[in-house]
């Protein structure tokens, strides 16, 4: 194993393990149970893996604490590592099975169920028939869309400000007497009654695939989704982080099935095939008089000739028509100016101004 130099010495892993014990203050072997941070709360903690790649291994215990994964043991996504100091850990696997109870069943969690949603959607690896889709390197995993989000809690008594809602917590330490406790509740129920993360930010989650080129390309999806979003009324507002604002999620995902669960347009159990969208618009937190003729609209053309030629003339006419008012009522209102500033200029001054 290859660490970065700290303060300017090459140390392999087992001179370091040493320095660290020797030298780290004594409160932080009480960080976390398996003592993980011992050696991984220092921000230079880093190594060149076998391809060649840098990797830092560095864990802000602050923002590790706030994440939804804060009360996971680093036992429970890495297996493998069993000693300190410990060999290269095995890539994680997400379905592994964590150490938390799920209360309804009492059984450990595990990821299981978010697998299979996602083997039946439109980002599965294979299609229906089994078969392996064209590029599946293209398909994203866990981590292209999961980056260990942190707990978003929402406070019910007063909207001034999001966040821990005091009057809330003082209910809770009626009957529960561990802080710790009531904050990790409180943070995991509240943040899973909004969403995670804002319209902008699922939109540029979205946007790592769905507007790049070469994948568009490849899969023949005509247009850059995220861009053309961006483009409505709806991506407009939701730059501007308007969190009312419908998102890719809102548009994609049946109302009350998981996100992971997305179907393709094609598909006849999709709420965005052509007998279904009409339900989007009409939501009831959206337009709930809307008619299935306003979900006709297509949210994803960038008005282009080849995709939308009525659209395409329809802009360049107005683009032509506001040119060309407001060209020439900009030359006038200058040459106005220029008149006021220098009443007595002339290009070409005739003679006989000049006898006089």
Do not use: W
Request: with cysteine; hydrophobic share 35%.
């Amino acid at each position: 194993m290859i660490f970065k130099p700290v303060h300017r010495l090459a140390l392999s892993s087992g001179v370091l393990f040493l320095v660290l014990i020797f030298f780290m203050p004594g409160s932080s072997f009480a960080a976390d149970i398996g003592n993980c941070l011992m050696c991984h709360k220092y921000p230079g903690l880093s190594r060149v893996d076998e391809k060649g790649e840098f990797r830092l291994l560095f864990v802000n215990e602050t923002i590790f604490n706030n994440s939804v994964h804060a009360k996971v043991k680093c036992e429970g996504c890495h297996p493998d590592i069993k000693k300190i100091p410990h060999e290269p850990a095995k890539k994680v696997d997400c379905l592994t099975q964590c150490h938390i109870i799920e209360p309804a069943s009492e059984k450990k969690f595990s990821h299981q169920d978010v697998a299979t949603f996602l083997a039946g959607s439109v980002h599965a690896k294979t299609e229906k028939n089994g078969q392996p889709k064209k590029f599946p390197e293209d398909i994203p995993t866990c981590k292209n869309c999961h980056d260990n989000p942190l707990y978003r809690p929402l406070s019910f008594f007063k909207r001034v400000r999001p966040g821990i809602s005091e009057a809330a917590l003082g209910r809770c330490r009626v009957c529960h007497k561990s802080d710790e406790f009531i904050y990790r509740f409180y943070n995991h129920v509240t943040t899973r009654l909004q969403k995670t993360r804002n319209p902008r930010n699922i939109a540029e989650t979205c946007g790592r695939c769905h507007d790049n080129p070469e994948i568009v390309a490849r899969h023949n999806l005509g247009t850059r989704a995220v861009f053309s979003y961006g483009e409505t009324f709806h991506g407009k507002a939701a730059y501007f982080l308007d969190e009312r604002i419908p998102d890719c999620l809102d548009c994609h995902v049946k109302p009350g099935e998981s996100v992971h669960q997305m179907l393709s347009d094609k598909d006849p159990n999709s709420i965005t095939h052509v007998n279904n969208k009409g339900r989007i618009c009409a939501n009831i937190e959206c337009h709930p008089k809307a008619t299935p003729q306003m979900a006709n609209y297509k949210v994803h053309n960038e008005f282009s000739r080849e995709q939308s030629p009525f659209g395409y003339y329809f802009q360049v006419f107005f683009i032509v028509l506001a040119g060309g008012t407001l060209l020439p009522l900009m030359g006038i209102m200058f040459l106005d100016l220029v008149r006021r500033l220098f009443p007595h200029a002339a290009i070409k001054r005739s003679k006989k101004n000049d006898e006089e």
